[in-house]
């Protein structure tokens, strides 16, 4: 989503298919018999080095804008 909205002007980036992903894992590994999980959520995207190398400060704040929001979908997921 971060490659499209830095390469397509006006892009919206979603976030339900990133949100759906990371809960069928958890759901899969509960249906397994986990019964421990640690869920970290995403780092801050907008500071890894592939993001912070392309020198444009409006992609990485999206990548921190996007990471922040995919966790907290999915700490709402979690927690609801």
Request: no cysteine.
């Amino acid at each position: 989503q971060l490659a499209r909205a830095g390469a397509i002007p006006g892009y919206t980036p979603t976030l339900e298919t990133a949100v759906a992903a990371l809960n069928a894992g958890l759901t899969s590994l509960i249906g397994l018999g986990a019964r421990n999980i640690l869920v970290t959520g995403l780092p801050d995207i907008g500071q890894i080095p592939v993001v912070t190398q392309l020198g444009s400060p409006a992609l990485a704040g999206l990548g921190t804008q996007l990471s922040f929001a995919v966790n907290g979908a999915f700490h709402r997921g979690v927690a609801g």
